[in-house]
């Protein structure tokens, strides 16, 4: 994914119990309320443009393209601000944000919390060898582990 597709799926997510999530994190300790409803009125704002027959991408490059609007007019929690340059860290450190999804779909995974535990022995592996390039199938990513 590029930066603005990976930063508008993890804007708006989907927890394991099938809700509704803003900045992928429910654990983080903000106004939940507040990064909610700023992210749907960015939502409501892409459909209008849209609809209007304006080519928008995705939700992170329209709040992207809302910087140089004075904080007054764009009312972005500033808690969204600091998790967004995280992010955009994370997606330069790190090309697995699917990871967990799809090493679910390894039938010798054991539900959702082992993926995640493969998912970060993987990333711990893959930066302490940092090889270039790396691909793995849904097969090999046990081997590689030494699993």
């Given at each position: ?137 849904l097969g090999e990513h046990r081997p590689y582990l030494g699993?």
């Amino acid at each position: 994914l590029d930066q603005g597709e990976f930063l508008s799926r993890l804007l708006v997510g989907e927890t394991p119990d099938h809700q509704r999530e803003i900045a992928y994190n429910a654990y983080r300790a903000v106004d939940d309320s507040a990064e909610k409803s700023y992210v749907e009125k960015l939502e409501q704002e892409m459909l209008s443009r849209r609809q209007r027959g304006i080519q928008v991408d995705n939700l992170y490059s329209l709040m992207d393209s809302r910087r140089d609007v004075p904080r007054t007019l764009r009312d972005v929690p500033q808690t969204l601000v600091e998790e967004f340059e995280l992010f955009r860290v994370m997606h330069k450190a790190a090309r697995c944000y699917e990871l967990n999804t799809i090493l679910g779909q390894d039938p010798g995974v054991q539900g959702g919390r082992e993926a995640v535990l493969l998912t970060l022995a993987l990333i711990k592996k893959v930066i302490q060898e940092e090889p270039s390039p790396i691909r793995l199938s849904l097969g090999e990513h046990r081997p590689y582990l030494g699993y």
